[in-house]
C-alpha cells in the first residue's frame, strides 16, 4: 500500500474514532447549555402536591371559568387576555360572586415592558349619596343598606376588563367575551356548588322577580346539580357589549335598564351616575422583605398597605427558627394584625376624598417603631392600640383568580358583589344581579374622638366615591421576575389570609400547594378576639391563652388560588377549602 493510501485510511480511521468518541460522549454526558433541561421539582416533605404546568397557568375559584381561560391561553392570548374571560365567565357560571354588575382590583405585570400597574374598577356611589344615607332614628337601617337598592354603587367590572384588555392584552373584547355568553345562551351543567348556594340563598334570591326567575324552575323548585342553567338576560346584556363595547354598558340600552329599573324601585344610580364611572390605573404599592419585591394594591383598597405593614413589621424576626404556626410566631402575627386593623379604621378609604398616609403606613422605620412596642410575654388589649370604633363588614363573598403565561406576564384579580349574589337583587330584564358594595362605607354619622380624629371619615359615603376594601391581588417577585401570584376572597380576612400565604411562601419554604392548605388566623383588632381554624394545636393554643390572647373558631378563612412560576415551571393551588375550583397547567 502506497503512503497516500495508507495516510488516507488512517484519516479515515482517526475521523470515525472522533466520531465514535462524540457519541459516546454526548449520549451519557449532560447535554450542552443550550439543550439544558430542568424537570419540574418540588419537596414532598410539605405534604402537598402542587399542580405543574409548562405554558402558562391559570388558578380559578370555579371549574368552567378556569378552563376558558386555559383555551384563551391555548389559543395564543396573553395572561390579560385569558383574565378579562375568566372575569366574564364567571358572571355567568359563579353568580354568588362572579360579576359584570360589582367591581374588584386587578394587578398585571407585562414582562417585555416590565411594566406593573394596578387597575381599580372599584364601585362608585351615586351623585345623590351622603355619609347618613342609611341611618333612620339615629340608627343604620340594614335593609337600605344591605338589601335594597340604595346599596348598589355603579358597577366597574365591564370597564375595568375592556381596559385591561386594550392596553395589556393582544384579542378583542368580542374574543374575550365570546365564551361567556356562549355559557349563558346555551346554559352550562350546575355543579355542587352551585346548587348548594343558590338552595342556601332561595329565600333572598326568591323574593326578587327576576332573580327568582332565573335561578330556579317555573315551579319554583331547586335546580340539581348536572341540570342545565341558561341565563338568557345575561347572554343579552353581554351580546350588547360584545357587539356595541363599553358605552353599551355605561351609556347604551344595559345602562337604561338598570338605572330604569333603579327608577321604578327607589334606587339611587342614574344614566348621569354610569356615565360619569372612571377606571383608574395607579401605582401598585411596593414593599420588599428578605430579598423579594411585593406589588400589591393601593387604596382604595386597604388590602396592599396593611399587608405590606405587617411584612415590615416582622421582617427582622427570624421566624423560621421559631417554628410555623408556633406558639411565638403566632402572637407576633397577631399582634401585627392588631396594629395594620387599628390603623386601617382610621385611614383607609378613597384617596381621591381623604389624604391616606400609605407612605408612612409602609415606610420600615415605622414598622420598627410599632415592632418595638409589642410585648414578647403577653397579649396586648386592642384598646392599647387605638380607640375603639365601629368597622364595617364586609362579606367573605368575593372570588379571586391568578394567571401567567409562558411570556412571563402576570395577572392578580379580586373582584365582587360583595354580599353572596349582592343585594340578592336582579336588574329587570339584563340578567344582572347587583351589588350592594356601598354597605362597605362607614354608615354612623362621624365625629371626633378624644384626640380630635374623626372616625369613619376616610370612609364615608359622598357622592361618587369608592368605599374601602380589604381586597388584596398581589404578585411577589423574586430577582425582578414574578414569583408567586396570588389573592383571596374572605371580607375583612382578606388582607391576614394573603399574609399567610405569602409568608408561608417566602419565610417558610412552602410550595405553593403546601401554603395554600395550612390552618389559618384572622385578627381585626376590634372585637379583641382572633379567629382560627381547627388544625393549630391544643398545646399552641394554650401557651397563647396563658398570654393573655382570645381564641375562636368558626368558619374557613380564605379561599386562595396562587401560581409559583420557578425555573421555567409553573407551579399551582386551588385553595382545599372550597369545591369545584381548578387549577389547569398549560403544556
Do not use: C
Not at 342614574?270 to 411585593?294: C, H, L, N, Q
Not at 398597605?305 to 407576633?332: P, R
Not at 415592632?371 to 392600640?385: C, F, G, H, K, L
Not at 353572596?420 to 362605607?441: K, S, Y
Request: net charge negative; aromatic share 8%.
Amino acid at each position: 500500500m502506497g503512503d497516500d493510501k495508507k495516510g488516507e485510511t488512517m484519516s479515515k480511521i482517526y475521523k470515525l474514532l472522533i466520531v465514535t468518541v462524540h457519541v459516546i460522549v454526548f449520549t451519557f454526558l449532560p447535554a450542552r447549555a443550550q439543550d439544558e433541561y430542568t424537570p419540574p421539582s418540588y419537596s414532598s416533605r410539605d405534604g402537598f402536591v402542587p399542580i405543574v404546568g409548562k405554558n402558562g397557568m391559570v388558578s380559578v375559584r370555579e371549574s368552567i371559568a378556569a378552563k376558558v381561560g386555559a383555551e384563551i391561553l391555548e389559543q395564543g392570548g396573553n395572561a390579560v387576555d385569558s383574565a378579562a374571560a375568566i372575569g366574564f365567565a364567571l358572571a355567568v357560571t359563579y353568580p354568588s360572586a362572579g360579576n359584570i354588575g360589582g367591581g374588584g382590583f386587578m394587578v398585571v405585570h407585562m414582562a417585555e415592558s416590565g411594566e406593573t400597574v394596578a387597575i381599580d374598577y372599584r364601585e362608585m356611589s351615586a351623585g345623590s349619596a351622603r355619609h347618613d344615607l342609611y341611618v333612620v332614628d339615629d340608627k343604620v337601617d340594614n335593609r337600605l343598606a344591605k338589601y335594597s337598592r340604595q346599596s348598589s354603587g355603579v358597577p366597574g367590572t365591564v370597564m375595568g376588563m375592556a381596559l385591561a384588555i386594550e392596553k395589556y392584552g393582544t384579542m378583542t373584547l368580542q374574543e374575550v367575551m365570546a365564551p361567556a355568553y356562549k355559557l349563558a345562551a346555551e346554559g352550562f351543567p350546575v355543579y355542587t356548588h352551585l346548587e348548594v348556594s343558590l338552595a342556601r340563598s332561595k329565600e333572598r334570591l326568591g323574593a326578587d322577580p327576576a332573580a327568582s326567575k332565573v335561578f330556579y324552575k317555573a315551579d319554583g323548585s331547586n335546580y340539581r346539580t348536572g341540570e342545565i342553567l341558561k341565563q338568557e338576560d345575561l347572554a343579552w346584556s353581554l351580546k350588547q357589549i360584545m357587539d356595541n363595547g363599553v358605552d353599551a354598558f355605561y351609556k347604551g340600552e344595559v345602562a337604561e335598564r338598570i338605572t330604569d329599573d333603579m327608577a321604578a324601585n327607589d334606587g339611587l344610580l342614574t344614566m348621569e351616575d354610569f356615565a360619569a364611572y372612571k377606571v383608574y390605573e395607579r401605582e401598585p404599592v411596593w414593599g420588599t422583605y428578605k430579598g423579594y419585591s411585593i406589588a400589591t394594591i393601593p387604596p382604595p383598597s386597604s388590602g396592599g398597605m396593611h399587608m405590606v405593614q405587617m411584612m415590615n413589621m416582622l421582617e427582622n424576626d427570624d421566624l423560621k427558627s421559631q417554628g410555623h404556626n408556633s406558639a411565638a410566631t403566632l402572637h407576633l402575627y397577631i399582634e401585627a394584625m392588631r396594629q395594620a386593623y387599628a390603623d386601617r379604621s382610621l385611614y383607609a378609604g378613597d384617596p381621591a376624598f381623604f389624604d391616606i398616609p400609605v407612605d408612612k403606613i409602609i415606610d420600615k422605620d415605622y414598622a420598627a417603631e410599632i415592632r418595638a412596642r409589642i410585648p414578647m410575654d403577653r397579649a396586648r388589649e386592642s384598646s392599647e392600640v387605638a380607640p375603639t370604633k365601629n368597622l364595617a363588614y364586609e362579606s367573605p363573598e368575593t372570588t379571586h383568580y391568578s394567571v401567567m403565561d409562558k411570556w412571563g406576564n402576570a395577572v392578580s384579580n379580586t373582584y365582587t358583589l360583595n354580599f353572596g349574589f349582592g343585594n340578592g337583587i336582579m336588574a329587570a330584564n339584563t340578567g344582572i344581579l347587583l351589588n350592594n358594595e356601598l354597605d362597605d362605607f362607614d354608615h354612623e354619622p362621624y365625629k371626633p374622638d378624644a384626640n380630635g380624629n374623626i372616625s369613619g371619615k376616610a370612609n364615608a359615603q359622598e357622592p361618587h366615591k369608592r368605599p374601602r376594601s380589604s381586597m388584596t391581588p398581589t404578585i411577589v417577585f423574586k430577582d425582578d421576575k414574578p414569583f408567586l401570584i396570588t389573592g383571596s376572597p374572605g371580607g375583612g380576612t382578606i388582607i391576614n389570609t394573603v399574609f399567610q400565604t405569602v409568608m408561608n411562601v417566602v419565610e417558610f419554604d412552602m410550595n405553593v400547594a403546601a401554603a395554600s392548605s395550612k390552618p389559618r388566623i384572622n385578627h381585626q383588632w376590634m372585637p379583641d378576639l382572633t379567629s382560627m381554624e381547627n388544625g393549630i394545636s391544643q398545646d399552641t393554643l394554650n401557651i397563647l391563652e396563658d398570654m393573655g390572647h382570645k381564641f375562636r373558631t368558626g368558619r374557613t378563612l380564605g379561599s386562595t388560588n396562587s401560581i409559583i412560576w420557578r425555573d421555567g415551571w409553573f407551579y399551582g393551588a386551588h385553595d382545599p377549602r372550597n369545591m369545584n375550583a381548578a387549577t389547569i397547567g398549560i403544556n
